[in-house]
């Protein structure tokens, strides 16, 4: 089956908010060129430098209200300019991560996934960043190496589009790769169910090493409701394991036990400073990206 082009999958009222939201990194890693994080040459950053006379092309924002107050004359602040960040995203691509729900077959949290890492990629780059990609497949890793510009938006889109769900989550011979590439100062942010005890073990070993995780955690309605009324067959698309049920029966036990797993992987996210939040398929999109990327008004929306 055809897939349309990543760019078309964000829809339209995502791609308009991403303008509002920014990726800033825990610590800066200064003298890397021009982009948004902190480092030694001037620009529009965030830690205040100095005043210049307003210019022609200047930002409104960027000008200093008080000062005119007091001087009558348009003065800008000038400010450290940041230096970029190298963005990684890891997608999970294990048969999971094709589950979808009965009300919307076609929406699976594989496709969720691309449009969130499809929209973290334009953040990222907009701001002169470089961002890379892993797909975390069973066979192995598939690997586009940062970069920034059009022509890597066109990589990560190819690779996004060509990424499909199927066996486990690879083992640790096969992620050796990214120790490999993903440097200290890097920032990563894995994209999956987080159902696997490998992926929550990859992201904590990445934050203990040093780099900064976040983690985009995907759920199905199926899983945060359990809305069965039924007698259900439910499948393991990963071990092929069955187990034949009442719904209704099933219900209570199923809640209780899968909210203490999901409390349980919270607080080994937190107990790592690794920054998470959780994902619903019946969420609007850009949600996540607004706990993770907006400002401060938005920690409280991410853990």
Do not use: N
Not at 81 to 90: A, I, M, T
Not at 225 to 250: I, V, Y
């Amino acid at each position: 089956m055809t897939r349309e082009p990543v760019a078309q999958l964000i829809p339209p009222q995502v791609r308009a908010r991403l303008r509002e939201l920014r990726i800033v990194p825990r610590r800066a890693a200064a003298g890397r060129g021009l982009g948004m994080h902190a480092s030694r040459s001037r620009g529009s950053g965030l830690e205040f430098s100095q005043y210049r006379a307003y210019e022609l092309g200047d930002e409104p924002r960027q000008i200093d209200w008080k000062l005119y107050a007091r001087s009558d004359r348009f003065f800008v602040r000038e400010a450290e300019r940041e230096s970029p960040l190298v963005l990684w995203l890891l997608l999970d691509a294990s048969a999971s991560m094709g589950q979808a729900d009965a009300g919307a077959p076609s929406f699976t949290r594989m496709s969720a996934a691309r449009v969130l890492a499809a929209s973290i990629a334009e953040i990222a780059l907009a701001q002169h960043d470089a961002c890379g990609l892993v797909v975390l497949h069973e066979q192995g890793l598939r690997l586009v190496p940062p970069g920034s510009g059009p022509r890597q938006r066109d990589r990560l889109q190819l690779a996004l589009h060509e990424a499909e769900p199927g066996g486990r989550f690879p083992g640790a011979d096969r992620l050796l790769p990214l120790w490999e590439r993903v440097a200290p100062d890097d920032m990563v942010v894995l994209i999956g169910d987080c159902l696997d005890e490998a992926c929550v073990a990859l992201a904590e070993r990445l934050a203990a090493a040093g780099r900064e995780v976040l983690a985009l955690r995907l759920l199905t309605v199926a899983e945060r409701d359990f809305p069965f009324d039924d007698g259900r067959r439910f499948h393991d698309p990963e071990t092929g394991e069955e187990l034949l049920g009442d719904g209704r029966a099933l219900r209570e036990e199923f809640l209780r036990r899968f909210g203490a797993a999901r409390r349980g992987m919270d607080a080994r996210f937190d107990a790592a400073g690794i920054r998470h939040v959780e994902h619903v398929l019946d969420q609007p999109l850009d949600l996540p990206l607004r706990r993770l990327f907006g400002g401060r008004a938005a920690v409280a929306g991410a853990r």
